[in-house]
């Protein structure tokens, strides 16, 4: 017979092994998750009209933001960094410095960011009502997959979307950047940018697109899977919308060191 206090010592231990083997089960539902949104993504037919209206939502929805957040965050660097770089005389050089910070760092997690609060809360909402008003399971007793249907157009409309507003992002930072450097501040328009074009080489384009492509799988799947398992009730669908943005937003920064380690 267990002595009570057995019970007492033990209990932390307990409580560690429920939440690992919670935590081992969320990951093995995930992956099993995306295997079926890669298998239907591949398997004829594609619901062409519904991955544009999706793409539609995703891509020129978050336009207006990405645009304001790109202009700003160039700004920033720029008056930032000229001043950092005019203590040891080379303000020449705040073209590249702005370019390459947009490029491969702060263009791809800064409009993943922006793109999973805007439209990866809305996927997460929009499956979990779907979820609790039971319309998910009336297509499967249609015979239906609800993969196809509702998983993956917002799955390939994001990996189509995200690359092009992180492009998007990364002019306007650009242009926000020589607005403050160059109107602001001083730095000729030749300087900027013909200093630009000598240092940002293909592989920095490529390094950031890769990344924004990545991203945006990642935020299609986590937030499908969050919306697709939800909770019942109106708690439910708020719990799980709030864990699909914490958790991509997570995921996105820590797949960034992994890639940046990986492409550089």
């Known amino acids: 017979m267990e002595h009570p206090a057995d019970r007492g010592i033990l209990r932390p231990v307990r409580m560690m092994g429920r939440m690992t083997i919670a935590v081992v089960g969320d990951m093995g539902r995930m992956g099993l998750f995306l295997a079926q949104t890669l298998f239907y993504a591949f398997a004829p037919p594609l619901k062409l009209f519904r991955v544009l209206e999706q793409i539609h939502f995703i891509g020129v929805g978050s336009v207006l933001v990405i645009v304001l957040t790109g202009a700003f965050t160039g700004m920033v660097i720029a008056f930032q960094g000229y001043y950092t770089l005019s203590r040891v005389g080379s303000t020449a050089f705040l073209g590249p410095m702005v370019a390459l910070s947009l490029l491969r760092e702060?263009?791809?997690?800064?409009?993943?960011?922006m793109v999973t609060g805007r439209a990866g809360s809305a996927v997460t909402a929009r499956l979990g009502i779907m979820r609790i008003t039971e319309q998910i399971d009336e297509l499967e007793m249609l015979g239906l997959?609800?993969?196809?249907?509702?998983?993956?157009?917002?799955?390939?409309a994001a990996l189509v979307s995200v690359p092009?507003?992180?492009?998007?992002?990364?002019?306007?930072?650009?242009?926000?950047?020589?607005?403050?450097?160059?109107?602001?501040?001083?730095?000729?328009?030749?300087?900027?940018?013909?200093?630009?074009?000598?240092?940002?080489?293909?592989?920095?384009?490529?390094a950031g697109l890769y990344k924004s492509v990545g991203f945006g799988g990642l935020i299609a799947w986590v937030c499908s899977y969050k919306g697709f398992y939800t909770g019942f009730g109106a708690e439910g669908v708020s719990r799980a919308t709030t864990q699909a943005v914490v958790l991509s937003s997570v995921l996105i920064l820590v797949c960034d060191y992994v890639m940046t380690s990986l492409l550089f």
């Open 145 to 156: 997959s609800p993969h196809r249907y509702l998983v993956v157009p917002p799955f390939l």
């Open 106 to 113: 702060l263009g791809p997690v800064m409009a993943a960011l």
């Open 164 to 206: 092009l507003l992180t492009a998007i992002f990364n002019v306007m930072g650009i242009l926000g950047g020589y607005l403050v450097g160059g109107k602001l501040l001083g730095v000729s328009a030749g300087t900027y940018f013909g200093s630009m074009a000598d240092y940002v080489e293909v592989k920095d384009v490529l």
